[in-house]
Nanobody
Framework: QAQLVQSGGGLVQAGGSLTLSCAFSGRAFRMYRMAWFRQAPGKEREFVAQVFWRGTPEYAESVKGRFTMSRDNDNNMVYLQIDSLKPEDTAIYYC?????????????????WGQGSQVTVSS
């Protein structure tokens, strides 16, 4: 069992930056692949980034260069820094965790989810 608690988000002007946080509680954090997804109004939940315990984060093509995912294994935390925010980044952002193999782009791959963080970007 794992629990994910998110913090961060809010209303930001276009061009600004913000950082989302996700705190993992449970056992064996290092066993989990961690990911960020987002869901815009009227759209499906889409993959943003993922990172394994070790290794380089992987990103969706649409966010490369502006999004930075990081993982703090000592404190069971993951972060998503978003720079140069655009109105189309407006969405609810979710932190996800899984210890299974599977398609990184599929929300069904992930077993645990945070509560979601609203990010609204004004133009």
């Amino acid at each position: 069992q794992a629990q994910l608690v998110q913090s961060g988000g809010g209303l930001v002007q276009a061009g600004g930056s913000l950082t989302l946080s996700c705190a993992f509680s449970g056992r064996a954090f290092r066993m989990y692949r961690m990911a960020w997804f987002r869901q815009a109004p009227g759209k499906e939940r889409e993959f943003v980034a993922q990172v394994f315990w070790r290794g380089t984060p992987e990103y969706a093509e649409s966010v490369k260069g502006r999004f930075t995912m990081s993982r703090d294994n000592d404190n069971n935390m993951v972060y998503l820094q978003i720079d140069s925010l655009k109105p189309e980044d407006t969405a609810i952002y979710y932190c996800g965790a899984t210890f299974r193999d599977g398609n990184r782009n599929s929300p069904g791959t992930y077993d645990y989810w945070g509560q979601g963080s609203q990010v609204t970007v004004s133009s």
